[in-house]
């Protein structure tokens, strides 16, 4: 019997590849161009949907036991922040991390579409690896993503109020200033349409009394944070440096 289940325990041949910390894990909702159309979700943003982004993002930091220190979501996609290798789960084995994250996304956001949409479909994540070697990779890549999220937003306001075919090829620019003459304003947009939300742990100081000696004592609390501001400019990623510099400690 032993022989035998060594045996196919060599079969698993993926099981052994782990991974260290810093480590970002990225899911991205598939074929969600058709589920955010047949649940009639409001184009080109949705306040609901990204809410339910937010919250299955918070839910996956709050509720699995999963040791993250800061994701960040825009449109369908997600990014987790492991920073310190105690932090990774399953002793960093790239299988269980690469299922177990997106599994809960999934299982979230399928609730979450039912009762706002009552979308009925199935939905899934896939979900990749992206290693990086330091804290200021990490904030590189998250501004990397920012940005992302700010072309996306220019490009589908523009694709709705400057129309697919006037809008085609236009630079950023001139986006900007065909969307001011149409008497939009991106000024004036959310920020988290802009730049998506960031999650993160934050400190928070409680007053109390101690039940002992009857003084009055500050206690320490961690508590989830949200945030949407410009990732990619250089006060962003100083903000963000600090904000990861402090869920840290
Ligand atoms: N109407 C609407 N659609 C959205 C919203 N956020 C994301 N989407 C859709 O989700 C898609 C996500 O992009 P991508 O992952 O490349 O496409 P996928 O392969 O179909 O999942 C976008 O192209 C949009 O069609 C939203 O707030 N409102
Ligand atoms: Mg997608």
Not at 10 to 18: A, D, L, M, P, V
């Amino acid at each position: 019997m032993r022989v035998n289940e060594s045996k196919f325990r060599r079969w698993e041949i993926y099981s052994g590849k782990t991974i260290r910390a810093p480590v970002i894990v990225r899911i991205d909702g598939k074929n969600f161009h058709r589920v955010t159309r047949e649940c009639g979700m409001k184009k080109p943003f949705d306040k609901r949907f990204h809410r339910g982004m937010v919250k299955a993002s918070e839910k996956i930091m709050t509720e699995t036991g999963l040791n993250i220190s800061l994701a960040y979501t825009m449109s369908d996609e997600a990014s987790f922040l492991f920073l310190k290798d105690e932090h990774l789960p399953f002793r960093g084995r790239i299988e269980k991390i690469l299922s177990v994250i997106p599994s809960y996304a999934s299982a979230y956001i399928q609730n979450y579409l039912r009762e706002n949409f009552s979308y009925n479909g199935l939905v899934s994540f896939d979900a990749r690896i992206v290693k990086v070697q330091s804290l200021l990779e990490a904030v590189e890549y998250f501004s990397w993503r920012c940005s992302e999220a700010f072309r996306n937003f220019l490009n589908s306001y523009a694709q709705e109020i400057i129309g697919r075919k006037e809008a085609y090829g236009l630079k950023g620019r001139e986006i900007v200033r065909k969307l001011f003459l149409r008497g939009f304003n991106i000024q004036e947009a959310e920020e988290w349409q802009r730049y998506g939300t960031i999650i993160y742990w934050g400190k928070i100081e409680k007053e109390g009394l101690n039940p002992i000696t009857g003084e009055k004592v500050t206690a320490r609390r961690r508590r989830i944070h949200l945030a949407s501001f410009d990732i990619a400019s250089m006060h962003g990623k100083r903000r963000l440096k600090d904000i990861i510099s402090r869920c840290s400690r």
